[in-house]
């Protein structure tokens, strides 16, 4: 696989493209108002417990009070102890006003407030240190066993001679140096100090220790060695990013490029475009068939659909090849859009077993290089695949747009009809209730039309039925569902 990373730089927004043998597979943003705070560490005050919920509100200075549930709580966190909680019952582990060193692991997604734990974890270019944790653990996408064992023990070894703490070994340090991997240690052991430091001397709702910068932190998480190049546009980003990476990962500086073409550097690849496509419901497939994909607070569902593909052999082939296409869309635009949550995919319906398997083969191979943890089911007994991808957070769609003022996010307005009749029950309503000498109507020009052309008999009626004359006014600022009844 070649990869490749663009990565625009403005004082007020960042923005990072993720290309894939020539196709942009993820997109992520980054805006100086709505930061994220992911792996942000905090000074919090629980400011109420909730035994019923088994969590606690804790208060760290954000607009939103943040989530803590008791299974993210180690025993004594408020004194730092790394022993994990062995109950449950939220009681035993937090009181209202306590103060405690918290760890955010989800950002505030629609209404609710970020979720955090006190099991700070913190990531260097190889490793992830665990203060609370114990033991090593190897990325999965490591295969090689030799090298999974090798990894295992130069890390054992090091930390044997270290203070407790666990570590995450990922998936870039396949193939590290035993001084690298040691070295990235050290460095992590010393942050931990500092931060604990800060947050010991810190008053509750302050921030402690913040993550990097977008694009300090993609040369830290996906800088691999399937990346060929990464280029931005900014030239002060540009000598940051490579003192960065000369420090942590020297092997890699000659890969940072700094951009000084004409075109702005997310035309190319046509980036640009693409997002302007993640924000749509439908996405075309090459064959003809399409996806319908809703996002919703409660889960996003995507839909198949043929659509012009006719296939050449017979309708069950036709639907199985459809099938096959949609999967890897589907895993590209779950990356793409950043869609995480539960998720319902509804194939269209395979009578084959053999087919309904290799589609599900098909759609968890394209997922394999996806970044974010998915876990999918099997066909349901109503043909949908269920699967769950863990959001951290905002979708494409929250962050780069908001409700339609107009239908508030439903995606459809009433249709002019039932806006005149819902004004034909109010007249009547108005007529009865006061006494008038006659009434205007101020709606949208198609509401208006609709009434002077195809139920202008209707009015008529009605204005014989309240004995008053109705006037019909356009109002160029209303929406079509929009409507007064004016007493006169």
Request: charged share 25%; net charge negative; glycine share 6%.
């Amino acid at each position: 696989m070649s990869a490749e990373i663009l990565i625009n730089v403005t004082p007020r927004e960042s923005r990072a493209a993720v290309i894939e043998n020539g196709v942009l597979q993820e997109v992520l943003v980054e805006r100086a108002n709505r930061l994220g705070l992911t792996s942000n560490v905090y000074k919090g005050r629980v400011s109420r417990v909730l035994p019923g919920m088994q969590a606690a509100f804790i208060d760290v200075g954000l607009a939103r009070t943040a989530f803590l549930h008791a299974s993210d709580i180690a025993r004594g966190a408020a004194e730092g102890a790394d022993d994990p909680a062995p109950a449950l019952d939220i009681r035993a582990l937090v009181a209202e006003g306590d103060e405690l060193l918290v760890q955010v692991v989800k950002d505030p997604l629609g209404t609710k407030g970020a979720r955090l734990t006190t099991f700070v974890t913190l990531p260097s270019r190889y490793l992830v240190y665990m203060p609370h944790g114990q033991g090593v653990g190897i990325s999965a996408r490591i295969e090689e066993e030799p090298e999974r064992s090798r990894l295992r023990e130069v890390v054992e070894t090091a930390l044997a001679a270290e203070r407790a703490g666990g570590y995450i070994v990922r998936t870039v340090a396949e193939g590290a140096a035993p001084e690298a991997l040691r070295a990235d240690m050290l460095f992590l052991m010393r942050l931990w100090e500092v931060v604990s430091e800060r947050g010991f001397g810190a008053v509750p709702g302050t921030l402690v220790h913040e993550d990097l910068p977008l694009h300090l932190r993609l040369l830290r998480d996906l800088l691999g060695s399937e990346v060929d190049r990464v280029q931005v546009d900014a030239p002060a980003a540009h000598q940051k990013m490579l003192e960065f990476a000369r420090t942590f990962m020297p092997e890699s500086a000659a890969k940072i490029e700094l951009y000084q073409g004409s075109r702005p550097i997310l035309d190319l690849y046509g980036v640009e475009e693409e997002i302007q496509k993640a924000l749509e419901r439908k996405v075309p497939l090459k064959s003809g068939g399409y996806l319908m994909i809703d996002q919703t607070e409660a889960m996003t569902t995507i839909d198949v659909n043929t659509g012009a593909f006719v296939g050449h052999r017979n309708l069950e082939d036709t639907i199985f090849r459809t099938n096959l296409e949609a999967a890897v869309a589907i895993a590209r635009q779950l990356r793409l859009r950043n869609l995480g949550g539960i998720i319902i995919i509804d194939f269209i319906d395979m009578q084959d077993e053999d087919h309904r398997g290799q589609v599900l083969q098909a759609l968890e191979k394209a997922l394999a290089q996806d970044h974010a943890r998915t876990s999918i089911s099997s066909v349901s007994p109503l043909g949908l695949v269920e699967m769950t991808r863990k959001r951290t957070r905002e979708s494409l769609e929250h962050l780069l747009c908001m409700p339609c003022p107009i239908c508030e996010g439903r995606r459809y307005v009433k249709t002019p009809e039932t806006v005149a009749y819902e004004i034909f029950r109010e007249i009547l309503r108005q007529s009865r209730q006061f006494e008038v000498q006659g009434l205007m109507i101020l709606a949208h020009q198609d509401v208006i039309e609709l009434l002077l052309d195809e139920e202008s008999a209707a009015l008529g009626e009605l204005e014989v039925v309240v004995g008053k004359p109705i006037r019909l006014q356009t109002e160029a600022l209303y929406a079509q569902d929009q409507y007064d009844v004016v007493l006169i």
